[in-house]
């Protein structure tokens, strides 16, 4: 699912950001919920691109479709008024290859 | 193995008696059964909620079972069931499915089962066999939406063609009770006990019954004519000529004999020497009432009235509940009728009311224990009673007490439900009856205190056999176990009589056993004055009655307290009853 704009007064930015994926399993179940629970609350849009496959963030099941393995890299695309805080949100857990030790 | 044509007899355990010829229909004989049918679009928006509240009970046991774990400090455990707690709510599985089902306009299952296949397809093609090893997750998860979508998923059994003779898994007692008598010749199943409530349904409509069937490698059957002997079990598929002609006198005779017995419903309850008994009707809907007229009862000694809402899968609030008692006791004319508060749990799960775990539900939280942790439910059904005492003559009875501290508890919110509709000005009447069930062996063995505080008490059998034998009924490796003669069951009704009959109030024995007419007077020799059974049973039981004595009863009752196995019993009861009814040829056989 793309980002759509939405027509509402709340200001909409749209932000870009490229990760790596860093957990030494890539982006299996545990991982792949960590994200799903962190947008839980979120009010934007919410896309992973992985090799020209563009998916919705929110749903556990296409980010386990993407099948991303370690180091590969997901283009995050954040569209909504808390965009900001959502990203990075986002791009911390990834660094932090969320919460998995990884040696 | 099974051949088209050749004749197939089958020895099950029988359940419901009567005989049953008809149509062999199967009902998802299949492990993996996915019902596909085309939804109304009227009812589409309820077959999308029906969905949501399946995802909804997911969850709830995920979140159950995850507390579990936290408590035990499986963290691991945890975050595997935050995962699946994530899928339930998938997008792709809640939205997703929602709008495919309205779109197609098919049932939940077929949609849901789809959409998993669809996406079992495309990890599937996934080549790290890591990642396509993810789909295992999915699946457990899915496997449990569609078990709680199963359970809310009824086969309609009122749209199943005349004459059928229906076999399934397993029945449920709401199933049961949707079932359209005259169209149903017979239920075969391969689980099911003795006295599930499925079971006591089944009876109550006259319906045979034969559990037991294992169904594998039969469904080729289906269409085929099959015969259903509810007295011993047996079934036939595909009958020979001489099978049929068989079983076609057999029951012309038991037609000719029920006829007899339903034409003297103006003969008064009593035995030959005079000794008079209640003879009363239990009551699930309020249809049945018509039969208890008919049949000439004295009243309805056990109205239960959670089946009304069972098949709501919620309690209606208290103004639904009184529009309904009230129409209830308007229809018994004057009649008495006994309102027994709602008896959920064990085997009676209520979908508002997720299963909350209990390892050992029929020993859990049921009943007046259920009641009395949701006080407003109970406070709401006491007031709509209450308010609809004003129609007729209603007495309030508690399912299993088994503590007098439950019966004080209970009787307490019965007085507050009072209060309140005395400060609102709405009117109830004054002298309202209160008794409780006796099922469970505590209570039989205090019924001298229960008495005391009661206005009458109830003995309801198939708990307290249950109970006393520490027999589940409702399994089948041990349902040769479950003896309603056995001595120490005998004994229980003999000590409950005695005190009651001691504080000088009345009693009525309200399980399976007294609609059995060969304990009829087994229950008279004992001291009871009261019997409630299923409206169709008043003519049987009634004329077990007239054929007695109490003289007879009374010498039957001391042999029987002398025997010691409950074989010896059930054959003297047998004879006892061959000797009174010969021509009874349902029980004599």
Do not use: W
């Not at chain 2, 009567?18 to 589409?44: C, D, H, Q, R």
């Not at chain 2, 009593?270 to 009862?297: C, P, W």
């Amino acid at each position: 699912m793309l980002p759509n704009k939405k027509g509402k007064g709340s200001p909409q930015v749209k932000l870009v950001c490229k990760v790596k994926v860093k957990n030494i399993q890539g982006l299996h179940t545990r991982p792949a919920t960590a994200i799903v629970k962190i947008l839980q609350n979120s009010k934007s849009d919410v896309a992973f691109t992985h090799k020209r496959e563009t998916v919705n963030a929110k749903s556990i099941l296409s980010i386990l479709l993407l099948a991303a393995k370690k180091n590969s890299l997901i283009t995050i695309t954040v569209d909504g008024e808390d965009a900001d805080e959502t990203m990075n949100r986002l791009v911390s857990a990834f660094d932090g290859c969320f919460g998995e030790m990884n040696k | 193995m099974t051949q088209k044509d050749v004749e197939i007899h089958l020895k099950g355990i029988s359940i419901s008696r009567g005989i049953g010829i008809g149509k062999a229909v199967f009902l998802s004989p299949e492990k993996e059964y996915i019902p596909n049918f085309k939804v109304n679009t009227k009812e589409v928006e309820s077959e999308v909620l029906r969905y949501r509240r399946a995802i909804t009970r997911g969850c709830d046991e995920i979140n159950l079972l995850q507390n579990q774990l936290k408590k035990e400090k499986i963290t691991e455990g945890v975050d595997i069931l935050e995962s699946y707690m994530q899928m339930m709510q998938d997008p792709l599985l809640t939205v997703g499915v929602e709008n495919s089902i309205r779109q197609s306009c098919r049932n939940a299952e077929q949609v849901f089962y789809e959409t998993i296949n669809f996406y079992q397809t495309r990890f599937s093609k996934i080549i790290d066999p890591f990642f396509r090893e993810r789909f295992k997750d999915i699946q457990d998860v899915s496997k449990r939406i569609l078990s709680f979508l199963k359970e809310s998923y009824r086969v309609s059994l009122a749209d199943i063609p005349e004459e059928s003779v229906v076999f399934a898994y397993d029945l449920t007692a709401i199933e049961v009770a949707e079932a359209n008598i005259t169209k149903i010749s017979a239920f075969i199943t391969t689980s099911g006990g003795i006295s599930s409530h499925a079971a006591i349904v089944a009876k109550a409509k006259g319906i045979p019954y034969v559990t037991n069937i294992h169904l594998e490698g039969l469904e080729i059957c289906s269409d085929a004519i099959a015969i259903v002997d509810g007295r011993t079990g047996e079934v036939f598929i595909n009958p020979s000529e001489e099978t049929i002609l068989r079983y076609a006198n057999i029951k012309k005779t038991l037609g000719i004999h029920f006829k007899l017995l339903s034409d003297c419903s103006s003969n008064r309850s009593e035995t030959y020497d005079g000794y008079h008994v209640k003879l009363s009707a239990n009551i699930e809907m309020s249809h049945e009432v018509n039969l208890l007229h008919e049949y000439g009862g004295h009243g309805v000694g056990l109205y239960r009235s959670e089946y009304e809402f069972l098949s709501l899968g919620k309690f209606p609030v208290e103004e639904e509940q009184f529009i309904t008692y009230r129409r209830m006791v308007e229809l018994m004319q004057g009649l008495p009728i006994v309102i027994r508060t709602f008896d959920i749990g064990g085997d009676k799960q209520m979908s508002c009311y997720p299963n909350k775990l209990e390892t050992n539900p029929i020993m859990g939280c049921r009943a007046i224990r259920f009641l009395l942790q949701e006080r407003d439910l109970f406070k709401s059904q006491l007031r709509a009673i209450l308010r609809a005492s004003i129609y007729g003559d209603v007495s309030i009875l508690f399912p299993m007490i088994s503590a007098l501290s439950e019966l004080h508890e209970a009787k307490q919110i019965f007085y507050e439900a009072q209060e309140e509709l005395l400060h609102a000005g709405v009117p109830f009447s004054r002298n309202i009856s209160i008794g409780c069930m006796i099922e469970v062996p505590s209570a039989a063995i205090i019924s001298d205190l229960l008495a005391k505080e009661c206005d009458f008490l109830s003995i309801g059998t198939n708990d307290l056999i249950q109970y006393s034998l520490a027999v589940d009924r409702s399994n089948q490796l041990i349902s040769g176990l479950y003896t309603p003669t056995h001595p120490s069951v005998i004994r229980l009704i003999k000590l409950i009589v005695n005190e009651v009959n001691h504080q000088g109030i009345p009693v009525t024995v309200c399980g399976e056993v007294a609609a059995d007419p060969r304990f009829t007077s087994l229950l008279l020799g004992l001291g009871v004055h009261e019997l409630s059974v299923a409206p169709r049973h008043i003519p049987i039981i009634k004329n077990a009655i007239r054929s007695a004595s109490i003289v007879d009863a009374t010498a039957l009752a001391e042999k029987v307290l002398t025997l010691a196995s409950a074989n010896e019993i059930q054959e003297l009861l047998n004879e006892a009853y061959y000797q009174l009814v010969p021509d009874d040829c349902i029980y004599n056989c």
